[in-house]
C-alpha cells in the first residue's frame, strides 16, 4: 500500500508570515504548485498559503445583508465573518492571508486517505508531518501520479 512517504515532495517551498503577497505569488508561478507551507523562524509549521487563498484577494466583497425589524437593522451575516473577509481581501503578507493551522498528514498516512481529503474537503496541498516536524508536501499532482501505470523493468539482453 502506498504511503504519504512514498509520493511526497520532500525539496520544501517554505513562506514566512512577513513574506509580501507579491512575492509569495510569484514563487509559487515560477515553481508550478499550488500552495506551500508557511513556518516561523523556528521552522515550525504555522500555515498554508495556496493559490486560492491568494485569488481571493481579486474577490468583490460582498455587502452584508440586513433586515428590519421594529425601525432596527438585523444583519444576516456575522459581522466578525465580514471583518475577516475584508482583512483578507486587503492582505499584503503572507501571514494575514494563509489559512493558520492547516490539516496534515503523517508520513505513514495511506494514500487513499490523502485522496479522500482532498476530494472531500478540498484540500489541494497538504503538508506530511513527522514527530512533529515539517518532512514534506503533497499536491494533487504528486497523488495524481499513483494511476498512471508503471513501467516495468526491461529484461537485460
Same mark, same amino acid.
Given at each position: 500500500m502506498l504511503m504519504a512517504k512514498d509520493i511526497m515532495t520532500t525539496e520544501l517551498i517554505t513562506l514566512g508570515q512577513d513574506t509580501e503577497v507579491g512575492k509569495a505569488a510569484t514563487l509559487l508561478l515560477e515553481n508550478h504548485i499550488n500552495g506551500a507551507p508557511v513556518v516561523d523562524p523556528s521552522g515550525k509549521l504555522v500555515g498554508i498559503l495556496c +493559490? *486560492?487563498? $491568494?485569488i481571493f +484577494?481579486? &474577490? &468583490? $466583497?460582498? $455587502? #452584508?445583508s440586513f433586515f428590519t425589524f421594529l425601525d432596527g437593522f438585523i444583519p444576516l451575516t456575522s459581522m466578525q465573518e465580514m471583518e475577516k473577509e475584508i482583512n483578507k !481581501?486587503? =492582505?499584503t503578507t503572507v501571514g494575514q492571508v494563509m489559512t493558520p493551522n492547516p490539516v496534515t498528514v503523517q508520513s505513514h498516512t495511506p494514500v487513499q /486517505? !490523502? =485522496?479522500s481529503l482532498m476530494v472531500e474537503k478540498r484540500y489541494h496541498t497538504i503538508p506530511v508531518m513527522e514527530a512533529g516536524k515539517l518532512v514534506g508536501i503533497l499536491g494533487k499532482e504528486d497523488v495524481l501520479r499513483t494511476v498512471l501505470p508503471r *513501467? /516495468? #523493468?526491461? #529484461? =537485460?539482453e
Open positions: +493559490q *486560492s487563498d $491568494l +484577494q481579486q &474577490k &468583490k $466583497l460582498s $455587502l #452584508p !481581501v486587503s =492582505a /486517505e !490523502v =485522496a *513501467s /516495468e #523493468p526491461t #529484461p =537485460a
